[in-house]
């Protein structure tokens, strides 16, 4: 519909949308976010979360609705099969490549499985209205510190690892899907190059956030979900400006599900060397494989590579 306006007004168009969409839904969720703050009770704030997760999940297809209306998107996805279950929990493990791939995972999965959870940094909870309703639907706020920072108060060496074990005990009451960026951060060239990652189209893997939730509560998962998402037409670094403005013709997904290996289950990974790197090398072999695909998804579209030029 409104795909044939200039590119920098579709973006200002686009982003007015998406605001609307938000404030309408963050508007309807107020009252039971302010009924979670004020009532103590655990069983009531459960309820609660589920009835914002409601909204939240109406706010989605919201989104879906808009950026059908304001761009057209060549979507090619493989492996979404029906056999997701809304009454079943999920770790969905993904590479990231922008801020797009949010978007991208909420409108593929939205009503399949249950509603995405991811940690975020804590900073992020003081974001106008979204950190109000991130904490609201329960998602989990991590605090990071830096190498340096730690080595000078090392009592919170851990300290993270400490919150992923208080959310993952939340989450077995009720259905679940807890989803995790195994790079920690955006891709970029970069970045790519300061890691000195073996990957080609991937950062680092960090192991130790999903072996916690696998050891936490893996009994309580139905699979693992491995998503490999790609942009064969756009380079990286990319700003979400870009998908704003229509700037990103076609979306790549490959979905791979996979059993959770049951030696991983009850496992400490920060005190259980062996299980460490047997995981580390699971992970690791993983990421070769999600690279493989996303090579090939590059070259299926003739582009080549995606290597810095």
């Not at 950190?131 to 730690?150: C, E, H, I, N, S």
């Not at 990103?248 to 400490?268: D, H, Q, S, W």
């Amino acid at each position: 519909m409104f795909n044939f306006l200039p590119a920098p007004l579709l973006g200002v168009v686009s982003a007015l949308l998406f605001v609307t969409n938000t404030a309408f839904f963050f508007s309807l969720m107020v009252p039971f976010i302010l009924l979670k703050v004020f009532i103590p009770n655990a069983e009531i704030r459960h309820h609660l979360t589920r009835v914002v997760m409601f909204f939240g999940t109406a706010w989605i297809d919201g989104n879906t609705v808009i950026q059908k209306i304001t761009r057209r998107i060549k979507w090619d996805i493989q492996g979404l099969d029906d056999n997701f279950s809304l009454g079943s929990s999920y770790l969905v493990v993904s590479n990231h490549r922008s801020w797009t791939d949010i978007f991208v995972l909420q409108h593929i999965f939205n009503h399949r499985i249950r509603f995405l959870k991811f940690f975020l940094k804590k900073e992020l909870m003081w974001v106008p209205v979204l950190g109000v309703a991130w904490w609201a639907l329960d998602y989990p706020f991590m605090k990071r510190y830096t190498r340096q920072f730690l080595e000078k108060h090392p009592e919170l060496k851990g300290k993270d690892m400490e919150t992923t074990r208080k959310y993952c005990a939340k989450f077995k009451k009720s259905p679940v899907t807890v989803l995790n960026f195994l790079e920690g951060t955006r891709f970029n060239y970069q970045k790519h190059e300061k890691q000195e990652s073996p990957f080609r189209h991937l950062l680092l893997p960090k192991a130790g956030g999903v072996a916690i939730v696998l050891s936490s509560m893996g009994e309580y998962l139905s699979k693992i979900v491995d998503v490999t998402i790609v942009y064969p037409e756009n380079e990286p670094p990319m700003p979400f400006w870009d998908f704003l403005k229509g700037k990103i013709p076609t979306i790549a997904v490959r979905i791979r599900t996979m059993n959770i290996p049951e030696a991983f289950l009850g496992k400490n990974y920060e005190e259980d060397e062996a299980f460490k790197r047997e995981f580390q090398k699971w992970i690791n072999q993983l990421w070769v494989e999600k690279d493989e695909i996303i090579e090939t998804v590059f070259e299926s579209y003739h582009a080549g590579p995606a290597k810095k030029r």
